[in-house]
């Protein structure tokens, strides 16, 4: 069973910038791909970013290209997503998602086997 734990999430202003962390419990297991998704209060629970392991390639919502970016440190056993430029329509619960599971593209949540319990993140204008 894999445990992932986000942390990084706060209260920034407009214009502001936070770095989110999701750490994997099992080191172990088969990293295909992890991400990111948020899902702000009356809304469904949209894509964010994603990058795989084999190729490093990743991947954006058009919501946040040029402002976000996700990465991955040496050991490979954290992601981050670094986001800058926030905005107020940026603030919602972000969760962390990985999967053992080989796909074509990573931004559907049904394409995601492991989950973190989400932080908070909220942008004020």
């Known amino acids: 069973q894999v445990q992932l734990v986000e942390s990084g999430g706060g209260l920034v202003q407009a214009g502001g910038s936070l770095r989110l962390s999701c750490s994997a419990s099992a080191r172990t297991f088969r990293r295909v791909a992890m991400g990111w998704f948020r899902q702000a209060p009356g809304k469904e629970r949209e894509f964010v970013a994603a990058?795989?392991?084999?190729?490093?390639?990743?991947y954006y919502a058009n919501s946040v290209k040029g402002r976000f970016t996700i990465s991955r440190d040496n050991a490979e056993n954290t992601v981050y997503l670094q986001m800058n430029s926030l905005k107020p329509e940026d603030t919602a619960v972000y969760y962390c998602?990985?999967?053992?599971?080989?796909?074509?593209?990573?931004?559907?949540?049904?394409?995601?086997?492991?989950w973190g319990r989400g932080t908070q993140v909220t942008v004020s204008s």
């Open positions: 998602a990985a999967t053992s599971r080989y796909s074509y593209l990573y931004t559907s949540p049904d394409e995601y086997n492991y």
């Open positions: 990058i795989t392991w084999s190729a490093g390639s990743t």
